[in-house]
């Protein structure tokens, strides 16, 4: 059943400056492995910012918004053996939604030079 659907949209500048500007933050939002990903990509911005807006609706599909105990790198976005992205989640946050029910996580993601956009399906 689904439980929850969010909607992000955010502008590939935006994320851009914010990780030129804020020491820290690639490391705080993004994990380990996205960084590595994003890091290989010729336009890698794009790829930050369609991850960024994918952990935002996620937090929009919860219906809570962002939750205390829950982190942003912790909310991982992979991609299966054929290129599908799929949200992993880690750590706390794996906790927490596990003790909400959710079972499965659905999300597709979009950008273009200037924006980047993400939906996030929640199944209980």
């Known amino acids: 059943m689904i439980a929850g659907v969010g909607i992000?949209?955010?502008e590939v500048e935006r994320v851009s400056e914010k990780m030129a500007r804020a020491e820290g933050f690639r490391e705080l939002v993004f994990s380990q492995n996205e960084i590595d990903y994003c890091e290989k990509k010729k336009n890698k911005f794009e790829?930050?910012?369609?991850r960024f807006a994918a952990k935002e609706?996620?937090?929009k599909a919860i219906g809570a918004g962002w939750m205390n105990g829950t982190a942003f790198n912790?909310?991982?976005i992979t991609n299966d053996g054929k290129g599908k992205p799929l949200i992993k989640l880690l750590g706390n946050t794996l906790i927490l939604?596990?003790?909400m029910g959710i079972l499965n996580i659905?999300?597709?993601l979009t950008h273009?030079?200037?924006m980047a956009s993400a939906v996030v399906i929640i199944e209980n």
């Open 8 to 10: 992000d949209m955010i």
């Open 47 to 50: 790829h930050y910012a369609a």
């Open 57 to 59: 609706a996620f937090y």
């Open 74 to 76: 912790e909310i991982e």
């Open 97 to 99: 939604m596990n003790q």
């Open 106 to 108: 659905h999300v597709s």
């Open 112 to 114: 273009l030079k200037t």
